[in-house]
């Protein structure tokens, strides 16, 4: 196994800008609640006797989530090649698809899937900003 200098100098990707993706996974997985229902109402109780209900439309909430993930598609698309394959095979080190040492497995498996669907397939994985971290923490050992 190499020491992990080596291991960051071989990397494409910054460690730095991976580090911002999986701020930026975080944001969006935060701005993901489950108990938000878009332009429902609720019912609120002021006292024991006043009730009022109350409609929101959810546009603030959407507007942000909007952002964060206009601004992580456009980090993504802004990587090359072999840096795209390379957050995607940090990814999968991160969930356990593949151990640290198998990275150049992982990186040939990641350069198989298209780059288009970079910034969609990452947004789809459901602990992205966890399994970035883990991949990025394994694979600096």
């Given at each position: 196994m190499?020491n992990?200098?080596?291991?960051?100098?071989?990397?494409?990707?910054?460690?730095?800008?991976?580090?911002?993706?999986?701020?930026k996974?975080k944001?969006?997985?935060?701005?993901?609640?489950d108990?938000?229902?878009?332009?429902s109402?609720h019912e609120?109780?002021?006292d024991?006797?006043?009730?009022?209900?109350?409609?929101?439309h959810?546009?603030?909430?959407e507007?942000t989530?909007d952002?964060?993930?206009?601004e992580?598609?456009?980090?993504?698309?802004d990587?090359?090649v072999?840096?795209?394959a390379?957050?995607i095979?940090?990814a999968w080190i991160?969930?356990?698809?593949f151990?640290?040492?198998?990275w150049?497995?992982?990186?040939?498996?990641?350069k198989?899937?298209?780059l288009?669907?970079t910034?969609?397939?990452?947004?789809?994985?459901p602990?992205l900003a966890?399994?970035?971290?883990?991949?990025?923490?394994s694979?600096?050992?």
């Amino acid at each position: 196994m190499r020491n992990s200098q080596e291991r960051e100098w071989e990397l494409s990707i910054g460690p730095d800008t991976v580090r911002m993706l999986i701020l930026k996974a975080k944001a969006l997985s935060a701005g993901m609640r489950d108990d938000f229902d878009a332009g429902s109402e609720h019912e609120i109780e002021f006292d024991g006797e006043s009730r009022d209900l109350q409609h929101h439309h959810g546009l603030a909430e959407e507007e942000t989530e909007d952002l964060t993930e206009r601004e992580f598609r456009a980090l993504i698309s802004d990587l090359n090649v072999d840096e795209a394959a390379e957050l995607i095979a940090l990814a999968w080190i991160g969930r356990g698809d593949f151990d640290a040492s198998e990275w150049d497995e992982a990186l040939t498996a990641a350069k198989q899937r298209p780059l288009r669907q970079t910034a969609r397939y990452l947004l789809g994985l459901p602990q992205l900003a966890d399994w970035l971290e883990q991949g990025l923490e394994s694979v600096a050992e």
